[in-house]
């Protein structure tokens, strides 16, 4: 019998109120560049009962804006890994979006390769194949905070009122800043593959992700692969909410949760 996973892993993760049941399967969240838990937040009703959803909360944002965030995705990964370790006592997935895709498959990749881990199911969403994958310009680093601002106006994922609230968009631009740093200083190592299933999600007119790029995700795994675009721009994990965790919830269905 596992115990609960200690305080120092707790910080690290959201649970996602739904239908959860002991012994499910555990689909852990991992959100794009600038945001934190709560855009997963009204998920639960939309995965099948049994399964536990856990969204990944990293430092620098939300409940942990005080923590400082990581620019470095090796450093990263060599915090998450003892912080989830206690989570995968039980079959797992990962879901990860943008920067969260990037962090989840890289994540996998480690756990398959350190400890023999590996989960159920990889979906990867509004990201290209790691090795097409085209990080960030280093120069929009540098850019003003107006700019950034621009940026999270055109993703589309930020409520127009809080990106005109100076208090909250001095609070949120570092976080963002670290994230484009931490994209923008990723370089993919060729290596094992992963030997899970995987499905691929991208949007029909994100400007960042070509549906070939999306596509490119079956040369990364021996696993089956499955490809869904979905109507959208590259957030349109939120516009296409329901449509997104219909296809989640049959991928996990289809590996037995």
């Known amino acids: 019998m596992h115990s609960a996973p200690p305080q120092t892993a707790r910080q690290w993760v959201r649970p996602i109120p739904g239908r959860t049941q002991p012994g499910g399967l555990r689909l852990f969240c991992f959100p794009y560049a600038g945001a934190g838990a709560s855009v997963f937040r009204e998920w639960g009703a939309g995965l099948p009962e049994g399964v536990e959803a856990l969204a990944v909360q990293l430092p620098g944002r939300e409940d942990r804006a005080f923590d400082q965030p990581i620019t470095d995705l090796d450093e990263l990964l ?10 995968l006592d039980r079959p797992f997935a990962f879901f990860g979006h943008s920067m969260g895709a990037v962090v989840s498959w890289e994540l996998a ?6 400890r023999g881990l590996e989960p159920v199911r ?21 850019l003003s905070d107006e700019e950034l601002v621009n940026q999270l106006r055109r993703l589309n994922g930020t409520p127009e009122e809080l990106l005109e609230n100076p208090d ?7 976080t963002f800043r670290a994230d484009l740093s931490l994209c923008a200083g990723y370089v993919y190592h060729p290596g094992e593959l992963l030997n899970c299933p995987v499905s ?8 960042r992700v070509s549906e070939e790029h999306v596509k490119a995700w079956a040369e990364l795994t021996t696993g089956r692969t499955e490809v869904e675009i979905f109507p959208g721009g590259h957030l349109f994990l939120n516009s296409e909410r329901e449509n997104v965790l219909r296809s989640i919830s049959r991928a996990l269905r289809a590996v037995g949760h």
């Open 200 to 207: 691929a999600f991208g949007g029909s007119a994100d400007p």
């Open 122 to 142: 990889v979906v990867v969403s509004g990201c290209g194949a790691l090795p097409l994958h085209e990080s960030r310009p280093l120069d929009q680093l540098d």
């Open 168 to 174: 909250f968009v001095t609070f949120i631009l570092p």
């Open 78 to 87: 060599e915090a998450l890994v003892p912080a989830l370790l206690p989570y």
């Open 109 to 114: 990749r480690r756990l398959q390769r350190e």
